[in-house]
């Protein structure tokens, strides 16, 4: 297990290393000037250089990628562009609450609808649920979030006409709290977010559960006259989980860039919403800590579900 | 006639016993099947199987149709377009309008905002006066074009390395994984959002020389294209290799080694028609998202820009007068659904169709 780990460890830091280096080495070669963007008109030389020094432009890039590597390790995002002396967290750090707040529910909402469909549909297999099922769920796995955003919308505003209701399809309430007009705000995006992910979660566990159920042991379970719930529940499905646990490390990535056009749509102040403006703003620090955040995150789930693979199987720590 | 020309063909280049045998049992089997009545079928290669397993599947030939339909209105659609209809003279500018003018995609009619389907604008027109469905062919265009950009790339080079990386291991091998690993960090368009982010206003300036994808506000469409295959090749060379190793431990490939076959031949006369299947449905599957990722990429405003046209753009000037129009909204994203669905709906068809696994169960 320790060597497992260990493999794992700097595999891990291999791969920080090059994403940090290629959002790094972007940055670097962005073809436009930061601070000449910055001061427009009002152009002087002395004071391009001066900044240009603060902010550490005029290092050569290894010793830039070096510095940047560092702030990284100090939890330091860098310096905004655009706010001149505002660390980037103090901008992003706003929207962070608001975007895990609606990754947290919908993925819980994913799984907890996911899950049983696909029990469902494993245990009717090829009969008219199990296809009907299995059709819907391809498409709206298929479907990007987006479109999903906009038919839930356009049939909010539809039901807003004929009840008189006037629920909000856009902005979002106090992050964390739920008072009933934070929650007017919060369940339609919650809903889109668990509707656009949880056909994913169920394709698999009709899949795995599947091929569990072909396995000997659980011939051998009902040959003994088990109740089928028993078998179901106590021996196949356990098993069937165990690929579930790795892809939902794997799939956090996906969870957070897809909340992107979630927050878009419905105009949530999130993270997403804070990058898309500093890319017109150009202010490069905050996008680049987006995308090193995200992927750091990424990272790390790739390698708690690698170990928690590990944990609950024991035949993968042999190889 | 096949099997009585193969056994020939095969002596000729030296394959020994085993081999000609099972040929010739081949021909005689299909040299009786014409005394045995119209109950024996003539042998027929893999590949024929698979199409016509395909042929039988409504789905996919619905969604065929309906990709086909898509990919002739957006070659096709307007250029005849632009020649139905009347002059019409506009109460804005006091000028007689051409419908060559009215029925393209940029042209902006001042008087005629968020109107609803009629016998001049087909499908309506937006909040500036634009023909919708003129927008909608462009978008349709964009989509399928950087589909096609992005899939050829992948298949170029997920196809060589992977194919590479499997057949000789070795550093190719590592090197494959650890970039896979890097490039998978990123998730979905991630990578995209932060190359047309930093790019984009220079890809503006300098890329828009290029046809097609360079005028018109498309220039960035370089950027989505190539940040999109960047992303996604990797997966194919995953699958490539996968398969590659399994059929580099398969007798004929053994066979071939054995009668002194060299390592090129091997990989472009052996292995490469091998791969045929995988590519295929993996590149088919993958279409989907390479279309989703165009159109979220125009929507967040990094891709296309006006005065062009993307179904994704659309859908975002639609947005901002979704709640006393939504017909504008409406109208591009149950395109875009249509376009996803039948390609990913192929692409599963095709995975039934071609994966012997699951043609035996």
Known sequence: ?319 | MDAREQPAEEISSGVIAPDTALAVRSEMETSISPHEGPKARPLSTPLQESLRMLRRDSRAVASIAIILLFICVSLVGPSIYRHIGMPYKSTATNRIVAPEVYHTFDHQEQDRLDEGASAQYWLGTDALGRDLFARLMQGMLISLLVAFIVELVDIVFGVTIGMLAGYYGGWIDQCLARFTDIMFAFPGVLFVILLTGIFGSWADDHLDGIPIIGPNGNARLVLVSLGLAFTIWPLMARYVRGQTLQLKQQQFIEAARAAGTNDLHIILQHLLPNLFSIVIIASTLNISNVIIGEASISLLGLGVRPPGSSIGLMISDGTAVVTVYPWETFLPSIVLALIVLSFSFLGDSLRDAFDPRTKVS
């Open chain 1, 1 to 319: 297990m320790l060597r497992f780990l260990v493999k794992k460890m700097l595999g891990l830091f291999f791969v920080i290393l090059g994403v940090t280096f290629i959002t790094f080495i972007m940055g670097y070669f962005a073809p436009s000037d930061p601070i000449r963007d910055l001061m427009g008109d009002k152009f002087n030389y002395a004071i391009w250089f001066r900044m240009r020094h603060d902010y550490g432009l005029d290092l050569p890039w290894y010793q830039q990628y070096f510095n940047y590597l560092f702030n990284l390790l100090h939890f330091n995002l860098g310096t905004s562009y655009h706010f001149q002396n505002r660390a980037v967290w103090d901008i992003l750090k706003d929207g962070v609450p608001i975007s895990t707040e609606l990754v947290f529910w919908g993925f819980l909402l994913q799984l907890a609808l996911g899950i049983p469909l696909g029990i469902i549909s494993a245990l009717r297999y090829r009969s008219w649920v199990d296809t009907l099922n299995m059709t819907a769920m391809l498409t709206i796995y298929a479907l990007p979030s987006f479109v999903l955003s906009v038919f839930a919308q356009m049939l909010v505003l539809q039901l807003n006409k004929v009840t008189g209701i006037q629920w909000p399809v856009s902005q979002w309430g106090t992050p964390w709290q739920y008072d009933w007009t934070d929650l007017q705000y919060k369940i339609v995006p919650i809903l889109v977010f668990g509707a656009a992910g949880f056909a994913y979660f169920a394709r698999l566990t009709r899949t795995s559960l599947l091929e569990v159920l072909g396995q000997d042991y659980v011939r051998t379970a009902r040959a003994k006259g088990l109740f089928e719930r028993v078998v179901v529940y106590r021996h196949a499905f356990r098993n069937a989980l165990i690929p579930l646990v790795t892809v939902i490390g794997l799939s956090l990535g996906l969870l957070v860039a897809g909340s992107f056009f979630i927050e878009q749509i419905f105009n949530i102040p999130g993270i997403a919403s804070i990058t898309i403006n500093s890319i017109f703003q150009r202010d490069y620090p905050v996008i680049q800590a987006t995308t090193v955040l995200i992927a750091v995150g990424v990272v790390f789930g790739n390698l708690v579900s690698d170990i928690l693979y590990a944990v609950v199987d024991p035949r993968i720590r042999v190889e």
